[in-house]
């Protein structure tokens, strides 16, 4: 029978790495796991583990996630995300079993269970308790017009380091200055601002059209499309794709291309902010 109980990182990252190589990806990158998991400034992820004797079998993460609620009080969340089980152990429920088992021994600790599954796993979250969020816009791709109006002071950078204070509203993640260093600091991601309004993005290509990828935006609507207008001069493009949930038709788009919307579910919410919580495309990217 398989013992349940919470890992070690000091004493078993060896067998997680050698787990997670052998049956789910011998592309595996210890140092993203370690950026992930352990260097969250929301917190060290909490992990269960499955044991057969002294063999690990089984790996689940439970990641630290904080939201913004009323009168900028701290939503301390969990997020239920990587899981791997050892070929030979598949379909005897140990996915399940490390996921309850780790739901149960955090529950005194935390605010709101969240997650963000593929239309694979959503069946299963279900089945054990979760709910989905109706969330009333999608994914869009848009027109920017790149002679609007601009602000009068803007500036590129390269980090996060001189981006004004977010302007964060109840229910989005909590944009500390600690977290946009951790979550942004890929070199691929670029930044731009001005006194009170930010946009953290990078450039990709859909069809062979340059598209800013948008992952995080700060400050009232009219400075940040006005940001947009900015980027799409610099990077020569006119394509953006981003999630910006309530905002998608104050943003000053040109023309919008919905996409689907995003699946997000819900357990254990004890301060009663599931309906009010707002997503970046930072928040719902599958690296998360």
């Known amino acids: ?5 919470t890992i070690n990182f000091d004493e078993d990252m060896p067998q ?9 990806d011998d592309n595996f990158n210890e140092s993203f796991f370690l950026w992930k998991h352990l260097q969250n400034p929301f917190g060290v992820s909490f992990a269960m583990g499955a044991w057969d004797s002294d063999q690990l079998v089984g790996l689940r993460l439970f990641m630290r996630w904080e939201f913004v609620g ?3 009080a701290v939503i301390k969340a969990i997020r239920p995300v990587d899981t791997v089980t050892h070929n030979d152990y598949r379909g005897q429920g140990v996915f399940k079993s490390l996921t309850l088992k780790g739901l149960e021994l955090n529950q005194n600790n935390n605010d709101l269970v969240f997650n963000t599954p593929n239309q694979n796993s959503l069946p299963g979250y279900l089945k054990m308790g979760w709910q989905k969020i109706a969330l009333p816009h999608t994914f869009i791709y ?12 803007v500036f590129f950078s390269k980090n996060s380091e001189h981006l004004p204070e977010a302007k964060t509203k109840i229910g989005q993640t909590f944009l500390s200055k600690d977290y946009l260093k951790w979550r942004y600091q890929d070199n691929s991601f670029r930044y731009i601002y001005s006194d009170d309004a930010f946009v953290i993005y990078k450039t990709g290509s859909l069809k062979g059209l340059k598209t800013a990828l948008v992952y995080e935006i700060s400050g009232e609507n009219d400075k940040v499309a006005s940001l947009f207008s900015s980027i799409a001069c610099k990077e020569k493009l006119i394509l953006f794709y981003g999630y910006f949930g309530s905002r998608t038709h104050d943003l000053n788009f ?6 689907n919307t995003p699946v997000v579910v819900w357990r254990d919410d004890k301060k009663a902010i599931h309906s009010s919580l707002q997503f970046s495309l930072g928040d719902l990217e599958g690296k998360l």
């Open 16 to 24: 997680i790495i050698e787990l997670t190589k052998g049956h789910l």
């Open 1 to 5: 029978m398989l013992q349940l109980k």
């Open 254 to 259: 040109k023309m919008i291309f919905k996409r």
């Open 142 to 153: 848009a027109l920017v017009n790149p002679f609007s109006r601009k602000l009068n002071a």
């Open 70 to 72: 009323s009168d900028n």
